[in-house]
């Protein structure tokens, strides 16, 4: 019997709809390889196996009915632990929303969610994340470590690492992550995947447990350009109860009629730094081969200087954790969630709550975005801060549309996989693990990371393209089937 889980998600729409496939067997696929090979991964922290099959049934049943069914008919989808699912667990894989214990469960439904049943989606269940979505190892998860798939002594990036993991792995066909400064990409680079990051406003961040406002975005992980699109079709439009979803008809296109576009005269700029001493010279390496691929096509480059860009990582560590210190005031033992019971008077009870349900990384983080809001030091800091990130939105805006660059290539992370603990210990060597990707959402652009090979030691490595916002997306997308083409995603042998 073949084996369901090598399809990509339009085969299994295309199937199911034409009936030599039935969405059922396809889910049962799934489950069976979750249940053997999740226990050493550890891609989930729930499995919705009844709820699964249920909904695949009625799709089976709505097609021997002649009922129409949706865009993605059986296609089974992992959702990042901090995406609201109705009446599921949701912990942002922390102990202060009842991670191991009871964990809060949402009483609606994220935007997507909603639209990914609707267009009739098989939802697999939850995956592993870096507490609060604040890490890029998935290692600060009170759930513990979820394992690369390539090398289990190696992290699968983070803080979306359980998505990544679970779409390598075949225990989902698509995942969605949630990206506010590369949690979407370094995992699918150090997992072997394609993680796309939107534009700021692309896809509603409605039900999304928030990290940094300003910059959190959800996205897709597939194995295929083709499933990248199909996904996008779904989950990006407006959304009213989300202020800053784009409202305009006009941006939304057919991202699928973009995949197999024509890269030729597409003008692609390469940020200098992407050929730094700091960049492992495989990952180089992988960039030099992807450029040459691209460059027969007919697509033209150009090195070009960001000069801002060695403030990112600053400025997004002031930024964000300012937002973060901001958004997880609402975590106090009050209303939802974990409570210290085991003090005498109200502020104790905050602290007493806060100090045990929060891990040292989060803790730290709403420390320093504490500190930078605070009397005396705001104007220091954080406006100092928002001055810059000013001029690095500028500077990529201007690539776009004063020098007419289509696209922006560079490496997702400077380096492949790293082993446990290998960095946790030092935080600042653990931030600069997202020095190529917090641009983007620094700028609001949409960017996308594309398998580019294996290492030495057969670890994946990551390209990542980043594009002008809104329709830019639709040219990252022909860029990366273009890609695609010439150097397929690597297949894991698991």
């Not at 699964?52 to 049934?57: D, F, H, I, P």
């Not at 799709?59 to 002649?66: C, F, P, S």
């Not at 400064?181 to 680079?189: E, K, M, N, T, V």
Request: with cysteine.
């Amino acid at each position: 019997m073949k084996d369901l889980t090598l399809l990509s998600a339009n085969q299994i729409v295309k199937q199911i709809k034409e009936k030599s496939l039935k969405a059922f067997d396809v889910c049962k696929a799934y489950l069976d390889r979750i249940e053997k090979l999740n226990p050493s991964i550890n891609a989930y922290t729930h499995i919705n196996k009844e709820s699964a099959l249920n909904k695949a049934s009625e799709i089976d049943q709505k097609i021997a009915n002649g009922e129409p069914v949706g865009s993605m008919a059986g296609v089974p989808v992992a959702l990042k632990d901090n995406i609201s699912h109705k009446n599921q667990p949701l912990s942002s894989a922390s102990d202060i929303l009842g991670a191991n214990d009871r964990p809060y469960h949402s009483p609606y439904n994220a935007f997507v969610v909603e639209r990914l049943l609707d267009e009739d989606a098989v939802i697999l269940g939850r995956t592993n994340m870096d507490e609060f979505a604040m890490g890029s190892s998935t290692e600060t998860s009170a759930y513990g470590v979820t394992r690369n798939p390539w090398d289990l002594e190696r992290v699968p990036g983070g803080s979306s690492g359980g998505s990544a993991a679970a779409v390598a792995a075949r225990l989902a066909c698509i995942a969605l992550g949630s990206d506010t400064g590369g949690s979407i990409r370094q995992p699918a680079s150090f997992c072997g995947v394609l993680g796309l990051k939107p534009t700021y406003g692309e896809v509603s961040r409605f039900g999304l447990a928030a990290f940094a406002s300003s910059l959190d975005q959800i996205g897709p992980f597939a194995r295929k350009t083709e499933d990248i699109a199909l996904v996008m079709e779904v989950i990006a439009k407006h959304d009213p109860q989300d202020s800053t979803s784009i409202p305009s008809d006009d941006f939304y296109g057919s991202y699928l009629d973009h995949i197999q576009g024509d890269v030729e005269n597409l003008k692609i700029a390469i940020p200098s730094f992407s050929w730094s001493d700091a960049v492992d010279k495989d990952i180089q390496n992988s960039l030099l081969q992807t450029k040459k691929s691209l460059q027969k096509r007919g697509a033209r480059f150009e090195d070009i200087d960001l000069p801002y860009n060695k403030y990112a990582v600053s400025v997004y560590y002031i930024l964000a954790t300012a937002e973060a210190s901001s958004n997880l005031a609402r975590y106090d033992g009050v209303q939802y969630g974990f409570r210290d019971n085991n003090q005498t008077d109200l502020e104790e009870m905050y602290q007493g709550t806060r100090s045990k349900g929060f891990g040292k990384e989060v803790q730290r983080r709403i420390l320093l975005g504490t500190y930078v809001l605070s009397s005396g030091y705001y104007d220091a800091y954080y406006k100092k801060a928002q001055k810059v990130q000013s001029l690095i939105k500028e500077t990529y805006h201007s690539v776009f549309f004063k020098d007419n660059f289509d696209a922006i290539m560079l490496p997702t992370s400077p380096t492949a996989a790293f082993r446990f603990g290998e960095k946790s210990q030092d935080p600042l060597q653990m931030y600069l693990s997202d020095i190529f990707t917090i641009g983007s959402n620094l700028a609001g652009l949409p960017a996308i990371s594309v398998p580019s090979g294996l290492n030495e030691n057969n670890l994946p490595l990551g390209v990542q393209i980043i594009g002008p916002p809104g329709k830019g997306l639709q040219s990252l997308l022909a860029i990366s089937s273009a890609h695609e083409s010439d150097t397929p995603v690597p297949k894991l042998e698991m």
